[in-house]
């Protein structure tokens, strides 16, 4: 060792320090690290990558907590872009950085005062490290792949701060991709912990609507989503005019749903009532169409004559499958009536 220290050729005192390592292979430990931390970097500088991962290795396994070494091996395998190393390497540092915020601090006020140092420093890497593998997996194009890299950051961080994020993510990710059944199934784990996450709610209220199942539910669910949308703010990263659109389609759609449920049930006033709301917010023809002779109808039953009229008569100038019969409706009205042609 005293060989090594007088040395000022760099190229000489590697070559010292290869030849001390493999002569006393045991040496103290407190030794051994320390050449081996110098020609980690020593490598590192010179380009020669492999030796100096193979270092930090040796290292690791003589003080298996050593985070700066792991940090190092991480940067060098990133130099490397090798995506094997480098998944190996971050699982690593972020394994033993848990590993150290999770162990007991020493009772020694000296050893005390480092270790918390490195307990401090472990536990903002793997603050840091939990928040860039979420955001990585969050960010993912594909929704499918999404999906996937979500699943993998959950195994790797099964303690985080972001699982209703995770959540929300997944939901939107399968209604991306279209697979009714798991959004279905992500939207009831979203409101089993957030019963106020307006497009759940929705979502949840418009598929049990179009299956038929549970109407006074969907009505709790419904109605509830349109006391949401009074106090709702946009979204970040959604222009005015989308969030407006949106909202109002949503709202729409809503409307429709609790009035088609009451309809169904021949619950005529508040079928009238809610289906007047969708009306006023419905923009496609057909739609119109629908709510206009679905409107006549229940003022019909209501003996509402000339609401039911005007009803018909709006959805007989939409041209499409309802037209010719609304404006039979008007005529038997009328003849039932006793009012003019």
């Given amino acids: ?104 601090l020493p009772a020694d006020p000296e050893a005390l005062k480092s270790a918390q140092a490195v307990v401090e420093f472990a536990r903002q890497f793997v603050v840091n490290t939990t ?72 979502y949840v209220a418009e598929i049990s609507f179009r299956r038929k199942r549970d109407p006074k539910r969907t009505l709790a669910l419904t109605n509830k989503f349109i006391a949401r949308m009074a106090v709702a703010t946009r979204p970040d990263g959604q222009s005015e005019a989308d969030w407006l659109r949106s909202k109002r389609q949503n709202l729409m759609l809503a409307h429709y749903i609790i009035g088609s449920i009451h309809f169904q049930s021949q619950a005529w006033s508040a079928a009238d009532k809610s289906l007047r709301d969708a009306l006023a917010l419905a923009g496609d023809d057909q739609l119109r169409s629908t709510l206009l002779y679905n409107l006549g109808w229940a003022n019909y039953q209501m003996q509402n004559a000339l609401e039911a009229i005007r009803f018909y008569r709006l959805c007989a100038a939409i041209p499409g499958p309802m037209q010719e019969q609304s404006a039979k409706n008007v005529l038997a009205i009328k003849s039932e009536y006793n009012l003019p042609q």
Avoid at 47 to 54: I, N, P, R, V
Avoid at 68 to 92: C, F, G, M
């Fill in 131 to 202: 928040y860039d593998d979420y955001n990585k997996a969050v960010q993912v194009k594909d929704p499918a792949q999404r999906i996937i890299a979500l699943q993998e950051f959950l195994k790797k961080h099964p303690q985080n701060p972001y699982m209703s994020q995770i959540e929300i993510a997944e939901f939107l990710a399968c209604k991306e991709i279209g697979d009714v059944d798991k959004t279905l199934a992500a939207a009831e784990k979203i409101l089993a912990r957030d019963e106020n996450r307006e497009d759940a709610l929705l």
């Fill in 1 to 104: 060792m005293e060989l090594v220290g007088l040395e000022s050729d760099p190229t000489k005192k590697v070559v010292l320090m290869e030849q001390f390592l493999a002569l006393f292979p045991k040496s103290d430990p407190g030794i051994t690290v320390w050449i081996y931390s110098d020609l980690q970097d020593r490598y590192r500088r010179a380009g020669a990558l492999d030796k100096a991962l193979t270092a930090g290795q040796r290292i690791l396994e003589i003080e298996p907590d050593n985070i700066d070494t792991a940090r190092a091996n991480w940067r060098i395998a990133e130099t490397k872009n090798d995506p094997a190393l480098v998944k190996k390497w971050s699982a690593q540092t972020s394994a033993i950085a848990e590993r150290i915020v999770k162990s007991p």
